[in-house]
């Protein structure tokens, strides 16, 4: 009799597990058959090309240095009047060339991420990410993180009490010829650096807008050679040029 009640409750069970399993398959189903690529992401079919280049450049270990954006969570939208002076450009140095902003264009930004997000600037007519807004990002090149430990090293040595320059929020440029009168060169490179104004230097501007550093830096060796000297950023480098 025991081992009657043992083979039923067996069964039974059995019987319970097969028919969630087809149960489930056919939800499964069902959602796949009725969910298009629009439901999913929430943005119109013609963006889809746009859409895959965003994600694929966000997923390219090679191209952002410890990206941890959620890509699943993601919305667009038209921009017209796009300033140049927020947007950094993929690459910096063909700026003016083939990534050029036009005027009176529109242009799609993808916004990327949730807690740790991105925004990406999208050519509608060729669907190619060109670039990111400055103050809006969370992550950075591969290409520039050497030359970026080596200012947050400085910031760190220089900025031993509070407030503290916030040093996650980092944006590049391309050193404007306006500034280049107001470069302070810190001590050890006085005697050996001699200035070139034919040269490209790279600015790093690290903290918040109204408590912040700009630091100038050589593409090529990732030294940092100084700092530009404006009221609106915060000298914390007093005694060190």
Known sequence: MKKNLIAVALLVMFCFLLFNFFLKEKINKGYS???TWENFTGLDIKYHDAYENCISLLQN???FFDSEIDTSKISLEIISNLDSGKVQL?????????????????YLCFTIGEFFL????????????????????????????TVYQNCVFLIKR?????????????SIDLLQDCEKGKIQLFKNNKKRYLFKPDKE???????????????????????????IEDEFYYNIFVGTE
């Open 90 to 106: 993929f690459d910096i140095y063909t700026k003016m060339k083939d990534d050029f902003l036009e005027e009176d264009k529109e």
């Open 201 to 227: 230097y790279l600015c790093f501007t690290i903290g918040e807008p109204e408590y912040c550093v700009k630091l100038v830096c050589v593409p090529e060796t990732n030294e940092v050679i100084g700092y």
């Open 158 to 170: 220089f900025n031993s009490e509070t407030p503290y320059i916030k040093k996650d929020i980092v």
């Open 33 to 35: 058959s009725n969910t």
């Open 118 to 145: 991105i925004k990406l600037v999208c050519d509608p007519e060729t669907n190619k990410i060109i670039g990111y807004l400055k103050e809006e990002a969370c992550v950075l090149e591969e290409k520039y993180w």
């Open 61 to 63: 270990n090679d191209y």
